[in-house]
Nanobody, 126 residues
Framework: QMQLVESGGGLVQAGGSLRLSCAAS????????????MAWHRQAPGKQRDLVAS???????NYADSVKGRFTISRDNAKNTVHLQMHNLKLEDTAVYFC????????????????WGQGTQVTVSS
């Protein structure tokens, strides 16, 4: 199993910036073979969870229309981390942000899976 730990959420005024980070790790008995697509999703109260941005291991990125030009996703393959730099935050960006990763690891055998972080709250105030 892979674990994802997010950090960097918080309270910010509209127009401000925040940087979210997510670190992936396996247990001591596991060897991470590859982490393919990593992504950030968000879920506002009473709404479904939506994709915000994704990035492949090769660096190809994809963004939701609502965040294009304001958010930037990046990753460090050597450190198994993914970041989301958010600028010009709007009230409607308020949500719990979740990190997601598709992976292969070795734990007695090759295992493919999808991991989710526990979520980090981003609140944008007026």
């Amino acid at each position: 199993q892979m674990q994802l730990v997010e950090s960097g959420g918080g309270l910010v005024q509209a127009g401000g910036s925040l940087r979210l980070s997510c670190a992936a790790s396996g247990s001591s008995a596991d060897t991470i073979l590859s982490i393919n697509t990593m992504a950030w999703h968000r879920q506002a109260p009473g709404k479904q969870r939506d994709l915000v941005a994704s990035i492949t291991s090769g660096g190809n990125t994809n963004y939701a229309d609502s965040v294009k030009g304001r958010f930037t996703i990046s990753r460090d393959n050597a450190k198994n981390t993914v970041h989301l730099q958010m600028h010009n935050l709007k009230l409607e960006d308020t949500a719990v942000y979740f990190c997601e990763a598709d992976y292969h690891l070795f734990s007695a055998e090759v295992v493919a899976g999808r991991a989710w972080g526990q979520g980090t709250q981003v609140t944008v105030s007026s």
